[in-house]
Every structure is written in C-alpha cells, then in structure tokens.
C-alpha cells in the first residue's frame, strides 16, 4: 500500500477522534515537508549508486577484453617445453627408431611465455577463400585444413587477418599444457583423439621426402573437419594439435639452412610423430598435402 500524504491525514484525523485528543502538527509537518525532502535525497542516493554500479561494470569489461571470434586465450606463465633422454628412449622401445631422429627435443625445459590468443582450428579452405578468392577445393573439403601451402602464403594470410603464425613455444603450450604432457589429452595413445596414419583415412606415403599420392581420392590427403575430434582436444580446448596436417610455426629449425619448424603430425604420420614435442625442420618453399597452419594473436589489454 503506498502511504499518500492524503491517506496519512485521515488516518491522524482517525485517531485524535477516537481518543479525543489534538491532532499532532508536528507529525503533520512531518508527512508534508520532512518526508518528501528524505524521498528526494533517497533517490539522489539511488542515482550515484547505480552510476558507480555502471562505471565498476565497464571498468570491469574494460580490464577483461573480450576474446576474438574462434580464439581462446593462452594464459601466461611457465609450461614444459621438449622430451628428456628417458622419454626418447621409451619412444625408440615403443616405435622403433633412432636416438638422433628425435634429439632435437632435448632438452626438457620451462619457457615463461607472455599470454596470447589462437586459434582453435586449423584454417580451413573455406576461411582461406576469403583471403584469396582464386582458392578452390571440393564442396565436402570446406571446413577441411586447406592443404599444400606454403610458409610465406600462410604467414600472408595471418598478417591479413590482423594475426600472425605462432613461435614454436606459443604452440607447444597450446598443445600440451603446463604439465608436460606427451599428447594434447594425456600421455597414452588413442586414436580416436587424432586424425593420425592409424585412423586410416589417407594414403600410406608422404610427400616431399616420400612419394605423393597421385590417385583422385587422396590428391588432398586424409585430411578431416577441422572439429571431429572433441575428445582430442588440448587442455585449452584447441582441436587437432596432433595429426590431420603439420602446422607451421615462425621459428627457425635452421637459419642458415633456412628452415623452418613445422608442428604437431599429420594424418599420414603414425603415434610418435604426433606427440607434442615433436618438431621437425622444413623449407618454407615446401607445398604438401599434410601441411596446413593456423594462427595467434598478441594479448592487447
């Protein structure tokens, strides 16, 4: 019930009626003068509260910038980066294989790295187009990585999109975490987590170093939708970091050799290649159809 100056009144009148007594002025003086004053500067009060709520929101807003579309943050601080002798050698025992094939993973380290974004998938054929409208590929191949391409067209293609291609430290912690893990989703092989050779959706030869394939069917490779494996996701929520194509990276392998480092496996390579810690060096001239990329952006507060 909202209590009017008018219902106040006649309910004093009420009272000093019934009981005989004088009407209180005072009280009367109250209900038209003190009242309306303590309502106003209630409502001058309301009015600064809710401007400091407003302010506390977008300051807030302000210090917490959004994600781009796609992206996931990677947060700062250290991770492990590499193998140590005793992986390797598991490795050999496991796989087959020779000490020198993967000593470039030593040593095991920690890498402090500042905070970054990238992206969640691999770039598709569909999203390259709209970078280069000459690009062509199958109807069923859209939201598949776009293959056979170059270092310096996948390094165009991210300064296009106000990105760049990621240091081989930014994506080794995207793949594996801070807790060294040897696969993007723990340490034991499944292959059901990758599009790797043991899926067997492509041919059995690489190319490059290996023959390609020349038949209709994998001209293109094994390659798969860029969001199949949910459950292969790395501890950030980033898709195919094992398997399906090689990424580039803008670190060197070798500079003098000019090289540069390609990570994480792709569907023609088998488990031990698709570990985390794998990295191999590759001319940036090199096109092939397991080797793809995707791109990072610098955290801007």
Not at 157 to 165: F, I, P
Request: proline share 5%; hydrophobic share 35%.
């Amino acid at each position: 019930m909202i209590y009017t100056d008018k219902y106040l009144e006649h309910e004093l009148h009420k009272y000093t009626n019934a009981t005989n007594k004088k009407p209180n002025y005072f009280f009367l003086l109250i209900i038209r003068v003190i009242r309306p004053f303590v309502l106003f500067v209630f409502g001058i009060l309301l009015f600064f509260l809710t401007f400091a709520i407003c302010n506390l929101q977008f300051a807030i807003s302000a210090e917490s910038p959004s994600i781009p579309e796609d992206m996931v943050l990677i947060p700062a601080g250290e991770f492990i980066m590499g193998s140590d002798r005793t992986e390797i050698e598991n490795v050999i025992k496991n796989s087959g294989g020779k000490a020198k094939w993967y000593s470039d993973e030593e040593p095991k380290k920690k890498i402090n790295l500042p905070q970054f974004y990238i992206d969640v998938h691999e770039v598709t054929n569909v999203e390259y187009k709209k970078f280069d409208p000459n690009h062509s590929f199958p109807s069923d191949r859209a939201k598949h990585p776009i293959v056979n391409i170059k270092w310096n067209k996948a390094n165009e293609y991210c300064k296009w999109a106000g990105k760049r291609l990621p240091t081989e430290e930014e994506w080794e912690k995207a793949a594996r975490g801070t807790d060294g893990r040897i696969y993007p989703w723990g340490n034991e092989f499944n292959k059901s987590m990758c599009n790797s050779y043991e899926s067997g959706f492509g041919g059995s030869a690489r190319v490059g170093q290996f023959t390609q394939e020349t038949s209709g069917s994998t001209a293109l490779g094994g390659t798969t939708e860029v969001d199949k494996y949910k459950e292969g996701k790395s501890p950030y929520g980033l898709y195919d970091m094992a398997g399906n194509v090689w990424e580039w990276t803008d670190t060197w392998y070798n500079k003098e050799k000019e090289l540069r480092v390609i990570k994480g496996g792709s569907w023609m390579s088998p488990a031990v290649s698709v570990r985390s810690a794998v990295r191999l060096g590759e001319s940036p001239d090199m096109e092939s159809n397991d080797y793809g990329f995707r791109c990072v952006m610098d955290y801007k507060e």
